[in-house]
């Protein structure tokens, strides 16, 4: 499988794809947000435009412990709790010789840190068992979509939620999630859509990578 593809592209498409499952579950519906929908129709967005924008494979549900063997993460060592081998990681891509090259948790939707937490700890994990093993897993991250038209005990006013990247959630989540890879010398960075601002709430998209 030919991928001649970047991490940063990687990234951009998977926010392509955000913006475009909300805007098209919008014309969908008639007028819905796209935390109405199920999962997986932003993971196949998400994986439609890695595949198109970026010019990369992806493979959708892949068991994760084919993932890790396919790549050669395992090694003798039992693997962390957070590694279900029985699971299914939502997005694989995939590298030119057949290997996987990065894994993508999608989750939808997301109000608070806590909700993506185990998510980040999953692909962390991942990276660290390939990077101790010689394996192919450059990267872990996390697609998300994160709105404030919801629940109001979850969020707060819109533009208080999305006004700020210093001191808002964007700032907030990427400090917290650089605590889970700080002893593991992996770095974390987050990547987001503009924020739509609408009469009745916001919302953006992200990515969370960790490498």
Same mark, same amino acid.
């Given at each position: 499988?030919?991928?001649?593809?970047?991490?940063?592209?990687?990234v951009?498409?998977?926010?392509?794809?955000?913006?475009?499952?909300?805007?098209?579950?919008?014309?969908?519906?008639?007028?819905s947000?796209?935390? $109405?929908?199920? $999962?997986?129709?932003?993971?196949?967005?998400?994986?439609?435009?890695?595949?198109?924008?970026?010019?990369?494979?992806?493979?959708? $549900?892949?068991?994760?412990?084919?993932t890790?063997?396919r790549?050669?993460?395992?090694?003798?060592?039992?693997?962390?709790?957070?590694?279900?081998?029985?699971?299914?990681?939502?997005?694989?891509?995939?590298?030119?010789?057949?290997?996987?090259?990065?894994?993508?948790?999608v989750?939808?939707?997301?109000?608070?840190f806590?909700?993506?937490?185990?998510?980040?700890?999953?692909?962390?994990?991942?990276?660290?068992?390939?990077?101790?093993?010689?394996?192919?897993?450059?990267?872990?991250?996390?697609?998300?979509?994160?709105?404030?038209?919801?629940?109001?005990?979850?969020?707060?006013?819109?533009?208080?939620?999305?006004?700020?990247?210093?001191?808002?959630?964007?700032?907030?989540?990427?400090?917290?999630?650089q605590?889970?890879?700080?002893?593991? $010398?992996?770095?974390?960075?987050?990547?987001?859509?503009?924020?739509?601002?609408?009469?009745?709430g916001?919302?953006?998209?992200?990515?969370?990578l960790?490498?």
């Amino acid at each position: 499988m030919p991928l001649n593809t970047s991490t940063s592209e990687i990234v951009e498409s998977a926010l392509a794809g955000i913006i475009k499952a909300q805007k098209t579950y919008d014309r969908y519906s008639g007028y819905s947000w796209l935390y $109405e929908a199920p $999962e997986y129709f932003l993971t196949c967005e998400i994986a439609r435009s890695i595949a198109t924008k970026a010019r990369g494979y992806v493979t959708l $549900e892949e068991p994760i412990g084919k993932t890790l063997d396919r790549s050669k993460s395992l090694g003798p060592d039992k693997p962390p709790a957070s590694i279900n081998l029985r699971g299914r990681y939502d997005i694989v891509v995939w590298y030119a010789k057949d290997q996987p090259h990065g894994i993508i948790e999608v989750k939808n939707p997301v109000w608070m840190f806590s909700m993506i937490q185990k998510d980040i700890e999953r692909v962390r994990d991942a990276v660290i068992m390939s990077k101790r093993n010689g394996g192919s897993i450059k990267f872990g991250a996390v697609a998300f979509f994160v709105g404030s038209k919801g629940p109001e005990r979850k969020h707060t006013d819109v533009k208080e939620k999305f006004s700020d990247k210093e001191s808002g959630w964007y700032a907030n989540w990427k400090r917290e999630a650089q605590k889970l890879v700080d002893s593991d $010398e992996l770095t974390v960075s987050i990547k987001t859509t503009r924020t739509f601002l609408l009469d009745d709430g916001g919302w953006a998209g992200g990515v969370l990578l960790v490498r």
